[in-house]
Nanobody, 124 residues
Framework: QVRLVESGGGLVQPGDSLRLSCAASGRSFSSLAMGWFRQAPGKEREFVAAITWRAANTYYTDSVKGRFTISRDNAKTTVYLQMNSLKPEDTAIYYC?????????????????WGQGTQVTVSS
């Protein structure tokens, strides 16, 4: 089993930055692909970013490319999502996910492990 706990959400203004963290505990973190998803009010959960277990490859949805950066620290068993130039449309609950396969994360909703989510609100 893997337990994921997100933190770092909050209320910010457009153009501001936030860094989300996802701390993992349980089985070997370094062998897992990790991802971030988000769900805005009234919308389905969507893929945001993913990173392979050695951090050799990262993936982003088009709407966040150039603004968000996913990274991981296997020694700290933590994955991060640095979010810059935030927009109101980035407002959502952000979820951390883990799976053995990066393909599963990229495909969407069938990841093995999920966190509880952290709220990000971008508003003036």
């Amino acid at each position: 089993q893997v337990r994921l706990v997100e933190s770092g959400g909050g209320l910010v203004q457009p153009g501001d930055s936030l860094r989300l963290s996802c701390a993992a505990s349980g089985r070997s973190f370094s062998s897992l692909a990790m991802g971030w998803f988000r769900q805005a009010p009234g919308k389905e959960r969507e893929f945001v970013a993913a990173i392979t277990w050695r951090a050799a490859n990262t993936y982003y949805t088009d709407s966040v490319k150039g603004r968000f950066t996913i990274s991981r620290d296997n020694a700290k068993t933590t994955v991060y999502l640095q979010m810059n130039s935030l927009k109101p449309e980035d407002t959502a609950i952000y979820y951390c996910a883990a799976d053995n396969l990066i393909a599963t994360i990229l495909a969407g909703s069938q990841c093995d492990y999920w966190g509880q989510g952290t709220q990000v609100t971008v508003s003036s």
